[in-house]
């Protein structure tokens, strides 16, 4: 890598004092071409000891997947500190590549370990065991150190796989274990621990290496993470798009020493004149916003006359005399501020080393940038073109033009010159510094990922919200067949969940009018996901892929007429996220988020409105309860393939409780898996609300039967007006009966409303029947008169003949006689013999009316508690 890279310790020494002008550093492989034959061996030797510790400071030219730094090797066999890593990307954090590292390699009689110091404000070292105990007794003798190789054997040979390519200082040996006090010591330039044997400062065996001097600050100076790239003229939104896909902004002045601290950059060589500011007022005129903040500035030092270019000068720019105002379209040089130096990735190869995809941003002079590989790659510019090249074999990978983009940060046509993943020609690549948890825009500048494709457009090209697709299907997919189960050899399970909305009733008709939301959620293991949000509602799947993908079709089995299930503009297609996205793919020019289907079901929600017939039981109406139910039955495949999950399933009501005729009592979903197809079935229970039917009939009618009844009180000798009164409230119960059982489905079966109506009708029936035979009995038509009562009554102008006893009794035993009279009502109810035959029917009147006012209540009381006796047991 780059000079301005990472450096790692592993044996610290004593920092050269400041009499020096430099400091020395040894340097390998410069060019990054691996080979066995670059090293430097120390010509002094350890003296005999029971444990050994390493220190060394180190930068990075070109990474290998296996870098060894130096090797402690021993005459004595097992007896080595080989310093490397396996993968030193994984070690190394870009967020400081000006900071140093250190690396500490320990060997005793006991045990050997690798202490690794990862920065100067880390205040500790970190303890990591790397090799397995050494047993007790056996010593560390005749030891050498070796630079930049992994030593094989006792200095007998190397592995140029495992070459370090870089430069190398401070490194030395002390013939002890080093307490972390003295590690932190050396990592922060101190005074060397006592017990050094091999110093720094001796005479090196070197082979394709040598010593530079550098400057003591480079290697123990504390550097900003924050950097200034200074780039040649163009206009502001150019600059300004160059600048955030290099990882940056424009800088803005926050106060007088911020100002004064972009001055002193400015006149840092390649010194500039003036430079744009990132602010403009083009939304509203006066009122400067900072572009990367969206904010007002907060400071403002304007020079001479500015601003004074009104519309025609929306721009800032910044020179010894501070603010002004400047035309937008006007080519400047430019000042790009990166916070930090941040790791840059190429995606589009097919790499087998991650490290490949790894570059880091250089900026060799005024102008210009290059993007240098971890490995062997490298991108910068040539004659009007980007070329992506290995350096190491001067190979071409990739050009891009001038015409193409003037930057190559950002999602390009790069033609591939090169096989990349088997591929030459036009090929999109990606080189971004966004990190793990931001998105790249097609310009190169990043976004929080979360922003991608949330139906709201954050970058300023808008290629977050563009080719959003939610739903990979492989090749070979099938939306006719049912997917795998998770579990080999079961059919997948269909969750299925009912949301009613509303229902409503028709007696008349006998069918359940149900509006509901039916959702099917289920796993599809074929598909794959991307970018899905924690908000489901972000993860909807356009309507032109709901025929793309495989969904559960149910047929409704007792509707009027068929329907299904189905899947079209109203409905909506879901991903739901649950699990953890999978590690990034880089050989994928895109940054994306890739969920497995195994880990994220699907679900479908439709609103549907469905007549379902009822088989209604109507006997005990207005009274009664009603269950009425929803059959449903999979259509998309047999149970032995797809079967509705029982646990899971389930129906909720959330319309109002209270219906106009009827009370939602309970709500139930059951499911069957032993049939052919799979059926669902939903109970709806419901209670009828009787306020109605006892307001419009039960009140009425007893308000009908007091009104017969009290008709018996009228005068009796008004016959016409009892009967009429009666009549019409006959008429009236034939009305309402006739009425009601319009308004009902006719069933074989008398309902209660039935029976307590005919109870009304032959009531009033009794009443006029009362009412007639009153009226007899005042006339004196129910009973005859006896002999006696008869001459009583004889008036006294009719002659009386005597007649002797014997006649007498013969006409008692023989012939009756015609005045005679016999009864014709039971005896109980017929008066006592009177003089008076007016008086014997009043007396007869009086009693049958009292007997008509027993017999109605008790009637009435006898029938309502059978009645309701029945009803509510």
């Known amino acids: 890598m780059h000079r301005t890279h990472l450096f790692l310790l592993l044996v610290t020494v004593l920092c050269v004092g400041a009499a020096v002008e430099g400091v020395r550093v040894l340097e390998l492989q410069k060019d990054g071409a691996m080979t066995n034959e670059s090293w430097a061996q120390s010509t002094m030797t350890s003296p005999s000891s029971p444990s050994a510790s390493v220190c060394i400071r180190f930068k990075v030219y070109f990474f290998r997947p296996l870098t060894h730094i130096f090797s402690l090797t021993s005459r004595e066999e097992t007896r080595e500190i ?21 690396l500490l390699g320990t060997i005793t009689a006991s045990h050997t370990t690798t202490h690794e110091r990862r920065s100067q404000h880390t205040l500790t070292a970190t303890y990591k065991e790397s090799s397995p105990g050494i047993p007790l007794g ?6 050498k150190l070796v630079l930049g ?36 010591q050396l990592a922060n330039c101190g005074a060397s621990p006592t017990g050094l044997v091999i110093p720094w400062d001796q005479e090196w065996i070197l082979s394709q290496s040598s010593f530079i001097n550098v400057d003591e600050s480079e290697i123990c100076g504390k550097k900003t993470k924050s950097i200034y790239i200074k780039l040649s003229a163009m206009p502001y939104h150019a600059a300004l798009a160059a600048c955030a896909g290099l990882g940056g902004n424009l800088p803005v002045p926050t106060s007088h020493d911020h100002a004064f601290e972009l001055l002193q950059v ?51 720019v910044l020179d010894e005399t501070l603010l002004h105002d400047y035309p937008c379209h006007v080519s400047r040089e430019f000042i790009c501020y990166l916070p930090s130096q941040r790791e840059w990735t190429l995606r589009g190869p097919c790499e087998e080393d991650t490290a490949n995809y790894k570059y880091s941003l250089l900026h060799p002079e005024m102008g210009y940038v290059v993007f240098r590989g971890y490995y062997q790659y490298e991108i910068r510019e040539e004659n009007n073109t980007w070329i992506w090249r290995n350096i190491i074999t001067n190979t071409v990978m990739a050009r891009l033009s001038f015409t193409e983009s003037r930057w190559p940060t950002g999602r390009l046509n790069w033609t591939v010159e090169h096989d990349v993943c ?78 009613i909305i509303s229902l409503s009733l028709s007696d008349k008709d006998s069918y359940l009018e149900v509006t509901y939301h039916l959702n099917f959620s289920w796993v599809d293991l074929r598909l794959s996901f991307r970018n899905l949000k924690s908000a489901s509602r972000l993860n909807q799947v356009p309507v032109t892929d709901h025929n793309k993908l495989w969904t559960p079709t149910l047929t409704l089995v007792n509707v009027r007429g068929t329907e299904r299930t189905r899947v079209d503009s109203e409905a909506v297609l879901t991903v739901h996220r649950r699990g953890l996205s999978l590690n990034d793919d880089l050989s994928t020019p895109e940054d994306m988020d890739v969920y497995l289907g195994a880990e994220n079901h699907l679900s479908m929600d439709r609103k549907y409105t469905s007549n379902f017939l009822c088989d209604l039981d109507l006997q005990l109406y207005p009274f ?21 999950e029982r646990n899971l399933s389930f129906v909720t009501y959330e319309g109002a409780k209270l219906l106009i005729e009827y ?8 499911t069957n898996n032993s049939d052919t197809m799979a059926k669902a079935e939903v109970e709806v229970k419901l209670q009828r609300r009787v306020g109605y039917p006892i307001i419009s009939i039960y009140v009425p009618t007893v308000i009908l039967l007091i009104l017969a009844y009290l008709s018996l009180i009228f005068r009796r000798d008004n016959f016409e007006a009892r009967v009429m009164s009666s009549l019409t409230v006959l008429l009236v119960l034939a009305a309402l009966f006739t009425q009601t059982s319009t308004s009902l489905p006719k069933t074989s079966y008398f309902k209660m409303v039935d029976v307590w109506l005919l109870f009304c009708i032959s009531l009033i029936f009794f009443v006029i029947v009362f009412h007639v035979i009153i009226d007899m009995a005042t006339e004196g038509k129910l009973s005859k008169q006896n002999p006696r009562s008869t001459s009583r009554s004889t008036p006294p102008t009719t002659k009386v003949m005597p007649i002797d006893a014997e006649q007498d009794e013969e006409r008692d035993t023989s012939v009756p006689s015609k005045t005679l009279r016999v009864s014709v009502i039971p005896s109980w109810v017929i008066p006592p013999a009177t003089s008076d035959p007016a008086d014997a029917n009043k007396i007869l009147s009086d009693r ?26």
């Open 266 to 316: 400015m006149k840092t060589p390649p010194e500039l004149f003036l430079f744009w500011v990132g602010a403009t007022d083009q939304d509203e005129e006066g009122v400067y916003i900072t572009e990367h903040t969206g904010k007002e500035i907060q400071w403002a030092e304007w020079g001479s006359n500015d601003p004074n270019g009104l519309q025609w000068q929306n721009c800032l």
């Open 82 to 102: 080989n310093g490397g890593r396996s993968c030193l990307l994984h070690f190394i954090s870009l967020e400081s590549q000006s900071r140093y590292r250190y």
């Open 422 to 499: 088997e591929k030459k020609g036009r090929q999109v690549l990606q080189l971004s510094s966004c990190s793990r948890n931001e998105f790249t825009c097609k310009d190169g500048s990043c976004i929080p990922r979360v922003q991608r494709c949330d139906q709201r457009p954050d970058c300023r090209d808008e290629s977050d919200e563009q080719e959003c697709l939610l739903v990979h299907r492989p090749g070979g997919y099938l939306h006719t067949l049912p997917p795998p189960s998770q579990q080999a050899g079961s059919p997948l399970p269909v969750t299925i969940k009912l949301r």
């Open 149 to 184: 190789q992994y030593s094989l054997e006792y200095l007998n040979g190397y592995s140029k796989d495992r070459s370090f390519s870089g430069q190398l200082t401070h490194a030395g040996v002390w013939g002890r274990t080093l307490t972390p006090q003295e590690v932190l």
């Open 848 to 873: 049958l009316f009292k007997q008509a006012l027993i017999f109605i209540p008790c009637y009435f009381g006898i029938f309502n508690f059978i009645y309701w006796l029945y009803i509510f047991a």
């Open 624 to 644: 009664d309860t009603q269950r009425c139910y929803l059959y449903m039955e999979v259509l998309s495949a047999a149970t032995d393939f797809v079967m509705l």
């Open 663 to 670: 009370t939602v009592v309970s709500v139930s979903l059951r």
């Open 138 to 143: 056996r010593w560390f003798s005749d030891a």
